[in-house]
């Protein structure tokens, strides 16, 4: 299946194979610049923290791959109560392993990056939010050129976890044996 939205650079369209992944029945989400506007809409059997984590590294690794022509080596995503950490290894092309063998190159593929997320953060934080089901109330970013690894955080308008576990607990009390009747 696949889904399209606006952003600022036009109309972007990504791939979400349902079949992989049967919990996402349908996700389409849209953004009008005029005037702020996100739309979210999303159908879940039942979402997981194993699988809210992996849907955002899946998506931060397309972006990656959008911008940059290359993905990750690994990336890693940990849903912790309010928010969600995406750790990205192994970040840089061949260009910018170049570049990183001198100090102001180092400066240059940082700065270009930094410019770079701070360009698409809006998208990333409705994309986010799609995913995850909860507002994103801000967003950080930075990145270690030495080590080629760049770290994301995702603070949300409320408990993920916390969400998760209630909702696990809601669909246990209505299966289990009813005493007493």
């Given at each position: 299946m696949e889904y399209w939205w606006t952003c600022r650079q036009g109309l972007v369209k990504t791939r979400i194979d349902v079949g992989r992944h049967p919990q996402w029945e349908r996700l389409s989400f849209a953004r009008r610049d005029a005037g702020f506007f996100a739309f979210c809409e999303r159908t879940l059997n039942r979402p997981t923290k194993g699988t809210i984590e992996a849907e955002v590294a899946n998506a931060?690794?397309?972006?990656?791959?959008?911008?940059?022509?290359?993905?990750?080596?690994?990336?890693?995503?940990?849903?912790?109560?309010?928010?969600?950490?995406?750790?990205?290894?192994g970040i840089f092309t061949q260009?910018?392993?170049?570049?990183?063998?001198?100090?102001?190159?180092?400066r240059l593929i940082k700065s270009a990056r930094q410019e770079l997320r701070a360009i698409n953060r809006e998208d990333n934080e409705i994309l986010v939010a799609a995913i995850v089901g909860s507002g994103v109330l801000r967003s950080y970013y930075d990145i270690d050129v030495e080590a080629a690894e760049q770290v994301e955080m995702y603070v949300f308008a409320e408990d993920i976890e916390r969400r998760l576990l209630r909702q696990d607990l809601d669909r246990l009390s209505t299966v289990g044996p009813k005493r007493g009747t």
């Open positions: 931060a690794v397309r972006f990656q791959r959008e911008q940059q022509g290359r993905g990750p080596t690994d990336v890693k995503a940990h849903l912790l109560g309010d928010m969600i950490v995406v750790r990205s290894f260009t910018e392993q170049h570049l990183a063998a001198t100090d102001e190159g180092r």
